[in-house]
């Protein structure tokens, strides 16, 4: 195999360092850099890329034959694009499919060969293939199996295969729309669109080219728009249909020219609508149109020679002229290449205008050949239409029939189920019910037992703080009038003996022993009331204190009831020693006042702050539960708010 390569790759150095190598792998492995290093006009390396396959055969790299196989049908070297070498070098490759680990290489090895015999327009071999790629593709390959189906369907289209092609293209719009391409479904619904035309079946094809357009339109694809208008356009024109026809055909011109000229559709457009105007006595327009389509040429010369639209146009225009021999030549000339391009329409047309220039010629025994040979084609046509249209619309209504019957046991098979479901239904309900009802009752029964836990424990709390004032009032008319009274006696008798200095320490006593007294009982909230009280603490804790005190108090005599006073004057006292006690505090603001029927009270402070959540939940607070347990004592609420390095605001609100 060396000396092979060796012969192929004379005088390019950089591929024959490539094949010093003798080992088949090697060379295989160096073909994907030579590979991509070719130039279209490269016809050294597509020799080496074809001479390296045919002599690969026992090789164990199958799947990288398959790969590089694959490559070079696409390869632009003019030495390997021989239809027959292609499709000789897939046939190898396919002959070791069984060696191959990729579904999708035996697959597209199939789809590549199938394709080649559809260009040779072997359209059985082709359909055949197509079958063989889709059974070898996997169910991950599903892009590659919708494409084969398409393309299948095409190659139906092209045999006359009605019923076959819709299948095909069915089968391919549904594995494209579940792939969510939506070009490659409009491609599909298009290809349906002129295989139901071709049958004469226009009502189908209508509806899909309307259902087109209206997408391409939401799209904003002018061209596309302009294609499926001109293609209805062409079936208005077989049915008669001819207002609509030069509508249609209108609409698809005032789309052009394209954001990104196609001169071939533009061009066509312009060469039908000059069809049309010649067919109907026009002539003026029917030059206009054909001389802009005459424009176009030089993009696409090819069309002058070989296109039976172009030359059925000119030899129609030639014969609106009444030059009966150009038009003659021409119309030969599109007779021609219509059945080239075997598209029964434009045979159709040129038998016709062939036909016409001989009756015009005076040759009437050609025109009477041409007529019997065009009835004879539209006859056969008609049948062959006939026949694959009734086998259509009775495939349909066998469809029909079985979907209804399939329908018809899908409705007793879910009646059943349905009941079952019910029964299911309702046992599955009846024991929801039943543990609902169970989960209910024992929350109920659990909220009660905490609910009469708490008002326990708020009465227990209600009762030992009413306990607690009533032994402070006990204990504080002890003091001031037991022990107050002795020190008062004891003062006197030093004084008498004129002892100063034990004087002074019993005036401080004395002073202290009154402070105690009035912090266990406030006496001047009995006698000057709840306002009054408040603004004498204040007034102690500014004289005694650093901190600056300021204050907004409202005279609220008669307003509240002794209980309530007594709570909110031992709330003022709880929240004010809290400042002093643990805020780190420069200022301290209370007000006191009545709004409707509520009496606020709101203690601020400008210190530390804390974190409430933490301090409510956190036993050894018990300053705040106290506070909340002497509002709740009066049916108030309190409500704190507090944020670290910012300060406290605590509001107490009784309702009277």
């Not at 010369?301 to 039976?308: K, L, Q, S, V």
């Amino acid at each position: 195999m060396g000396c092979v390569l060796a012969s192929i790759l004379v005088n390019t150095h950089s591929i024959a360092q490539a094949t010093q190598d003798t080992n088949p792998q090697t060379d295989l492995q160096h073909l994907a850099s030579l590979f991509e290093d070719a130039e279209p006009s490269d016809s050294i390396t597509g020799v080496y890329l074809k001479n390296l396959i045919l002599q690969s055969e026992n090789l164990s790299e199958y799947d990288l034959m398959a790969d590089y196989v694959l490559q070079l049908v696409h390869h632009p070297s003019s030495s390997i694009q021989d239809p027959e070498l292609k499709r000789r070098l897939l046939k190898q490759a396919i002959s070791h499919e069984n060696e191959l680990s990729k579904s999708e290489d035996k697959g597209n090895l199939h789809l590549k060969l199938a394709g080649n015999y559809f260009d040779l327009e072997q359209f059985d071999s082709a359909i055949m293939e197509y079958g063989k790629a889709i059974e070898r593709f996997s169910d991950k390959d599903s892009i590659f199996i919708a494409d084969s189906y398409f393309f299948r369907g095409q190659a139906r289209d092209y045999k006359g295969d009605l019923v076959g092609g819709m299948q095909d293209y069915q089968y391919a719009r549904d594995i494209y729309s579940n792939l969510q391409d939506e070009e490659y479904v409009n491609y599909v619904d298009g290809g349906m669109a002129i295989l139901f035309s071709k049958f004469a079946i226009y009502n189908e094809a209508e509806k899909i080219r309307n259902s087109l357009i209206t997408t391409y339109r939401q799209a904003k694809d002018p061209r596309n728009v302009a294609i499926q208008l001109y293609n209805q356009a062409e079936d208005f024109g077989k049915q008669g249909r001819y207002e609509e026809q030069k509508i249609y055909l209108q609409k698809a011109d005032s789309l052009t020219p394209f954001d990104q000229r196609d001169f071939y559709t533009e061009s066509m457009i312009k060469l039908s609508l000059s069809n049309y105007f010649g067919e109907h006595g026009d002539i003026q327009k029917q030059k206009e149109y054909f001389e802009q389509a005459k424009e176009m040429l030089p993009e696409v010369p090819e069309i002058a020679t070989t296109n039976p639209v172009y030359l059925n146009a000119k030899a129609l225009l030639a014969y609106s002229e009444g030059n009966f021999s150009a038009a003659n030549q021409l119309a030969n000339a599109s007779l021609d290449a219509a059945k080239k391009s075997k598209n029964m329409d434009h045979l159709i047309k040129a038998y016709k205008l062939l036909g016409d220039t001989y009756n015009d010629l005076g040759q009437s025994a050609k025109a009477y050949e041409v007529r019997q040979k065009l009835t004879q084609y539209t006859d056969s046509i008609f049948s062959a239409n006939q026949a694959t249209t009734f086998s259509y619309y009775q495939t349909l209504y066998e469809t029909e029939r079985k979907e209804k019957e399939i329908l018809t046991k899908t409705q007793e098979i879910e009646a059943i189920s349905q009941r079952n479901q019910a029964r299911l239904r309702l046992i599955g309900i009846s024991v929801f019910f039943l543990i609902i009802s169970g989960v209910v009752i024992f929350l109920w029964k659990n909220l009660q037992h905490e609910k009469k836990k708490k008002d326990m424990q708020s009465r227990f709390s209600q009762e030992l703080l009413k306990n607690q004032e009533e032994e402070r009032v006990r204990i504080s008319k002890d003091l001031h009038d037991g022990l107050g009274q002795s020190l008062l006696l004891i003062k006197n008798k030093v004084a008498l003996n004129k002892d100063n200095t034990t004087g002074e320490l019993l005036d401080t006593a004395i002073s202290e022993l009154r402070a105690i007294a009035r912090s266990l009982h406030p006496m001047q909230l009995e006698k000057l009331g709840l306002s009054k009280a408040a603004e004498n603490l204040l007034d102690q804790i500014d004289r005694e204190t650093d901190i600056f005190v300021s204050s907004e108090i409202e005279d609220l005599k008669g307003i509240l009831k002794k209980e309530e006073e007594l709570q909110l004057y031992r709330i003022l006292q709880e929240s004010i020693n809290n400042v002093l006690k643990h805020s780190q505090a420069s200022a301290l603001r209370v007000i006191f006042n009545k709004s409707g029927k509520r009496v606020e009270l709101r203690i601020e402070d400008n210190g530390k702050g804390f974190d409430f959540s933490e301090k409510l939940n956190d036993f050894q607070s018990l300053g705040l539960k106290t506070l909340k347990e002497r509002i709740a004592s009066v049916n108030g609420s309190m409500k704190i708010n507090s944020e670290k390095g910012v300060g406290t605001s605590l509001s107490f609100i009784v309702y009277v």
